[in-house]
C-alpha cells in the first residue's frame, strides 16, 4: 500500500494544496525527504505565484497529480546542508527556480540547459528520482539537491526579487540566447503582465530601444512613464502596426491567449525573430510567406538553465531590477488565483510564506 504524502519522507512540511480540478486551496500537511548529501533544505520565505500555477490546479494542460503544492518561484534560508554540499552553508540566502532535477550526463546538461534535459524534473507535479511526487514552494521548507539551488545576491530583494526565478529567467534567457541583449537594438515586447514587464525591464537594462506591443492602449502611461520603454504600439490599430513596419530586429511575445502572428511578423526588420515565450492552449496559425520574403523567424524559448539563472539573479541585482509585485498572505491565494485569471495584478503576487503559513 503506498505510503501517504504525509508520511512518505520523514521531514514534516505543510503548505497549501489543490485537491481537485476547481483549484481550491486548503491548508495540506505531507512529508520531504531526510537531506541527502547533496542537498540543501531551506526555509521558505517567499514563493511568487506564476501564471502557470493556476493552468496546473485546474488540471487545464492534463497532467496534474492531486494534490498539488504549487510554486517555482521560491527564496527563503539554508537551515541544512548535507555532508558533500560546497557551495552553501546555514544561514544562506537561496531561491530554487522551475527545475529541481535532470539526468545531469546529456548533451543539454552538459551544456547547461537542464531546462530542456529529456527527463528534467519539475519543482512541483512531477516525480523525482526516488519515486516521490514533487511539491513545490506553497510550503513551508524546501530541500533540493544543491546543483539547482541558486545562490541570492545580498543586495537584492527576496520578496520583490522571488519571481525573477521564472518570470525573470523565461524572458532575460531569450534576449541572450538570441542576441538581442546589444546597445541599439530594436526590440518589441508583446504583452504587459509579469513576463512582459520584466522583458522590458530587462532589454532596456541591455541598452535597447524598446516597443511594447499591447492590445490595450490603456498600458501606454505604464509601459513608458513607469517600466521606461521608448515606444507603444496599438496591435488592433492596422495605422500604427503598418506605421513601425519592418523596424524591429525582435520581438518577445509573452501571450498566452490566442492571438494573430502575422501583424507581429511585419513588424521585423529582415532577419528578425519573433519569439514566443507565452504559452497559447490553441495552435496559432503561422503564416509562411512574410517568413520566406524576409527571412524571419517565429521561435520559442523556456525558462532557462542553473547557470543562467544564476547569471540572471546577479545581472538584476547589479541593475537593480525588480518585478513590481503585491505581498499576499498564503490564505489570500484562493482570491489571488481568481484575479489572476482577470489579470488583475500589477505585475506579479508574491505569497509571504514564513510570516503567514500557520500550522495550527
Not at 513601425?244 to 525573430?273: E, M, R
Request: aromatic share 8%; net charge negative.
Amino acid at each position: 500500500m503506498a505510503k501517504s504524502p504525509e508520511t512518505e519522507h520523514p521531514v514534516k512540511a505543510f503548505g497549501w494544496a489543490a485537491r481537485d480540478t476547481s483549484g481550491v486551496f486548503s491548508p495540506f500537511k505531507f512529508s520531504r525527504r531526510a537531506t541527502g548529501e547533496n542537498d540543501v533544505q531551506f526555509k521558505v520565505l517567499y514563493c511568487g505565484v506564476c501564471h502557470s500555477d493556476l493552468h496546473m490546479i485546474k488540471n487545464e494542460w492534463g497532467v496534474t497529480r492531486y494534490p498539488i503544492v504549487p510554486g517555482h518561484e521560491i527564496v527563503g534560508i539554508v537551515t541544512e546542508v548535507g555532508s558533500k554540499v560546497e557551495k552553501f552553508k546555514a544561514g544562506d540566502k537561496v531561491g530554487v527556480g522551475g527545475v529541481v532535477g535532470s539526468c545531469r550526463e546529456c548533451d543539454q546538461c552538459s551544456n547547461d540547459l537542464e531546462n530542456y534535459c529529456a527527463k528534467l524534473v519539475l519543482t512541483y507535479n512531477a516525480t523525482y528520482f526516488d519515486g516521490a511526487i514533487t511539491y513545490g514552494g506553497y510550503s513551508d521548507l524546501m530541500v533540493a539537491d544543491e546543483h539547482f539551488v541558486i545562490r541570492w545576491p545580498e543586495n537584492l530583494a527576496m520578496d520583490a526579487g522571488a519571481p525573477l526565478l521564472c518570470a525573470g529567467i523565461t524572458t532575460y534567457s531569450p534576449l541572450r540566447y538570441f542576441g538581442l541583449d546589444k546597445p541599439g537594438l530594436n526590440v518589441g515586447v508583446v504583452g504587459l503582465g509579469g513576463l512582459g514587464h520584466l522583458a522590458v525591464k530587462f532589454a532596456k537594462a541591455f541598452g535597447t530601444n524598446v516597443t511594447v506591443i499591447s492590445t490595450s492602449l490603456s498600458k501606454k502611461k505604464e509601459a513608458i512613464e513607469n517600466l521606461g520603454a521608448d515606444a507603444f504600439l496599438v496591435s488592433r490599430d492596422p495605422q500604427e502596426m503598418e506605421g513601425a513596419a519592418s523596424t524591429l530586429d525582435g520581438i518577445i511575445d509573452t501571450v498566452s491567449a490566442n492571438h494573430p502572428l502575422l501583424p507581429l511578423i511585419n513588424l521585423l526588420k529582415p532577419h528578425g525573430k519573433l519569439i514566443m515565450v507565452g504559452a497559447p492552449e490553441k495552435p496559432l496559425e503561422l503564416p509562411v510567406v512574410p517568413l520566406i520574403l524576409g527571412r524571419k523567424s517565429v521561435t520559442g524559448s523556456g525558462g532557462g538553465g542553473v547557470k543562467e539563472t544564476q547569471e540572471m539573479v546577479d545581472f538584476a541585482a547589479e541593475h537593480n531590477i525588480l518585478p513590481n509585485v503585491e505581498m499576499i498572505p498564503i490564505d489570500y491565494v484562493n482570491t489571488a488565483m481568481d484575479r489572476l485569471l482577470k489579470s488583475d495584478v500589477k505585475y506579479r503576487f508574491v505569497i509571504d510564506v514564513a510570516t503567514s503559513l500557520k500550522t495550527d
